[in-house]
């Protein structure tokens, strides 16, 4: 049958396998014609079938020379349905890594699980003995605790009081106010336990005790701070709180790393069209005057360009990278520059109905939108079979 895209409440139900394959291929293009980083060999990627995950894996491999395993949690194809975006990319990732020479597997399970930890742990001696670089890109809504089975999940409110701001359906380009109630404390709490550290020192420590990490080896986890305008709902919410938590978690890393020469930081990245931001209320509106802003002053970056970014001008230049008073990298740098901040906060307040469509890059968003999920490439057939 054919595959088109299904839509609803922002999020893209299904995907296109040859459409994840060409986004994937491009992006390996992009960090070919950038040419090698003097980077890490042996590389995890938790969380590494989309976004900034997937660009990282890309971006090891492709730059770096090195063999890479991936944890991920993708939904295969059935007779019925397509396969989730991740599935399609992370095969075909493992098929231009593999035609390249480079080790590859991607084992698909629950990353917050004992067992997928423990098959991880066997699979790096089998195919490294150790890893110099894990990721941790992990982005979910819902945690099982590895323990006790309990179901915590992650809520994107406000803390305090009532948010209301003027929001986008970036698909319609329609407008409307955002109201979202603040957070109970249980809500909050259960926010942290799913997208704050907890997760990613149970892996270090899991493989810290295996002895799979070498030594000077690193790990990275990413985080997001954003502007004035979505601060009470994202970075004084309750995604904030979770990366907080993230963030000491990193500091605290870092000390148990240094026994082995090694450092453990969290790059604070650029807001981008991914599964995970697209559902956030206020951000399309955001990032299509963002996009717009950017581009217009050539400073627009994808995920594969942040993540290229990183590692040949952060993490792998031969010294320590450059990080602001929380001891974080700021790969937010050209989006929070002063000109570009003041033109977005010029525009946000004259945006209408009538001139969203001028004002914002939706049509940037749109594709970027629908090419993570394998369509908008105009190359490729969606009528075939």
């Known amino acids: 049958m054919p595959i088109t895209p299904m839509i609803r409440n922002s999020i893209c139900m299904n995907a296109h396998p040859k459409g994840c394959e060409l986004h994937v291929q491009e992006q390996i293009d992009y960090v070919r014609s950038r040419g090698p980083v003097p980077g890490?060999?042996?590389?995890?990627?938790?969380?590494?079938?989309?976004?900034y995950g997937l660009a990282s894996r890309i971006v090891s491999a492709f730059g770096c020379g090195a063999g890479t395993l991936c944890v991920a949690f993708e939904?295969?194809?059935?007779?019925?349905?397509?396969?989730s975006s991740g599935?399609?990319?992370t095969e075909a990732f493992d098929a231009a890594a593999r035609e390249a020479g480079l080790p590859t597997k991607t084992i698909i399970g629950d990353a917050f699980?004992?067992?997928?930890?423990?098959?991880?742990v066997d699979a790096i001696k089998e195919m490294f003995g150790s890893v110099d670089l894990v990721v941790y890109s992990l982005a979910s809504g819902v945690r099982p605790d590895p323990d006790t089975g309990e179901q915590y999940r992650s809520v994107l409110k406000p803390l305090g009081k009532t948010y209301r701001a003027a929001t986008v359906d970036p698909i319609t380009s329609t407008?409307?106010?955002?109201?979202?109630?603040?957070?109970?404390?249980?809500e909050a709490a259960a926010t942290v336990k799913v997208m704050g550290g907890e997760d990613w020192k149970l892996w270090i420590d899991k493989l810290s005790a295996a002895g799979v990490l070498a030594e000077g080896a690193i790990t990275v986890?990413?985080?997001y701070i954003g502007p004035e305008l979505t601060r009470p709902v994202y970075r004084e919410g309750t995604i904030g709180r979770a990366k907080d938590h993230l963030e000491q978690t990193a500091r605290d890393l870092d000390k148990q790393l240094q026994k082995i020469g090694g450092h453990a930081w969290v790059s604070v990245n650029k807001a981008l069209v991914t599964r995970a931001s697209a559902v956030i209320p206020v951000v399309p509106l955001y990032l299509g005057i963002l996009y717009r802003v950017m581009k217009e002053k050539g400073l627009h970056e994808g995920c594969i360009e942040q993540i290229y970014r990183l590692y040949a001008d952060r993490l792998y230049t031969g010294s320590a990278p450059e990080v602001d008073n929380q001891q974080r990298i700021r790969l937010d740098d050209w989006e929070m520059r002063d000109d570009v901040q003041a033109e977005v906060d010029r525009?946000?307040?004259?945006?209408?109905?009538e001139n969203v469509e001028?004002?914002?890059?939706?049509?940037?968003?749109?594709?970027?939108?629908?090419?993570?999920?394998?369509?908008?490439?105009?190359?490729?057939?969606?009528?075939?079979?």
Do not use: C, M
């Open 40 to 51: 890490p060999k042996r590389v995890l990627v938790i969380g590494g079938s989309a976004g």
């Open 75 to 83: 939904r295969e194809p059935s007779e019925k349905r397509s396969g």
């Open 87 to 89: 599935w399609y990319a």
């Open 113 to 120: 699980s004992h067992e997928i930890k423990a098959q991880t």
């Open 175 to 186: 407008i409307s106010e955002a109201v979202i109630e603040p957070a109970t404390e249980e």
């Open 221 to 223: 986890a990413y985080s």
């Open 347 to 353: 525009i946000w307040p004259t945006v209408t109905q």
């Open 358 to 385: 001028q004002l914002a890059d939706l049509e940037g968003y749109r594709t970027e939108f629908l090419q993570i999920h394998g369509f908008g490439f105009p190359q490729i057939n969606y009528d075939e079979e």
